[in-house]
């Protein structure tokens, strides 16, 4: 059912939301568009422009890797102050009611942390960019201890005092889907008895798989996302309105 209107949706949402005892949330990039992170993957975002590093070029190339972490400094530049918005704070107003037991996100922004939702309670399919490990020994290393090496060797990326690559801790292409991450997605999904889609397109795999999942075990399904996806058929409500719009009511106060 598509919401005819926002007020109508938001309505109908509430009272879903209220009957529903595990609300479990999916996020995608739409979430954190207006914290000021652009869409990556959307036409015209930055992926459109500048092919992404694969991450079989990261391993075998030293320039390569010097490229990569240029452009997150970069990134950095942009986007490093970005706060949480409406749907990130009202997400974890349900969590702290108890109502959200966990949220399943495709970005690595770390905006659902940064909204108060624990740390462990943030399942990361594409990994985290606030912060980087070593690929062989698991260590982690802060943005700042990466950058300071980088400037002072004159743009040359830093590696683990075991030889390893330093990376920020995101799932790149090519690079393998977190398993654990995948297992903890996917028991929560089953946990659900309400599953709300916000701000996904649902087409990168394994995202289309979630609300199916959520489906076939008997939940109610949300989609809320700018434009149609192809679940939205199934869905028991399509918002496709702002997504700060949507969830400004769900803000405690
Ligand atoms: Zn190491």
Redo the contacts with the bound molecule.
């Keep these: 059912m598509i919401a005819h209107d926002l007020e109508t949706g938001i309505a109908r949402l509430q009272d879903l939301v209220a009957q529903a005892k595990v609300v479990v949330p999916f996020t995608g990039a739409g979430i954190s568009t207006e914290c000021g992170i652009p869409d990556f993957r959307s036409p015209g975002g930055i992926w459109t422009k500048m092919r992404p590093i694969e991450f079989s070029d990261f391993l075998a190339s030293r320039d390569m890797r010097d490229e990569s972490w240029r452009r997150r400094f970069a990134m950095e530049e942009q986007f490093g102050g970005a706060k949480p918005g409406r749907g990130h704070l009202a997400l974890a107003a349900l969590y702290r009611a108890g109502k959200v037991p966990g949220v399943i996100t495709q970005n690595i922004d770390n905006l659902h942390q940064a909204s108060g939702i624990a740390a462990d309670r943030v399942v990361e399919l594409h990994g985290n960019t606030t912060y980087a490990t ?1 690929l ?4 982690r290393y802060e943005l700042s201890w990466v950058k300071e090496r980088y400037v002072a060797s004159g743009g040359r990326s830093p590696d ?5 690559f330093i990376k920020t801790a995101t799932v790149s292409f090519g690079q393998a889907m977190p398993e654990d991450a995948m297992r903890r997605a996917q028991e929560l999904t089953e946990s659900s008895d309400l599953f709300i889609s916000i701000g996904s397109s649902l087409v990168v795999w394994p995202a289309a798989g979630f609300p199916l999942a959520a489906k076939r075990n008997g939940a109610r399904l949300v989609i809320v996302n700018r434009d149609p996806t192809e679940f939205d058929d199934i869905a028991d409500l399509v918002l496709r309105h702002d997504i700060g719009a949507v969830f400004a009511p769900f803000i405690a106060h």
């Design positions: 070593c062989d020994c698991a260590k683990c005092g075991c030889g390893g």
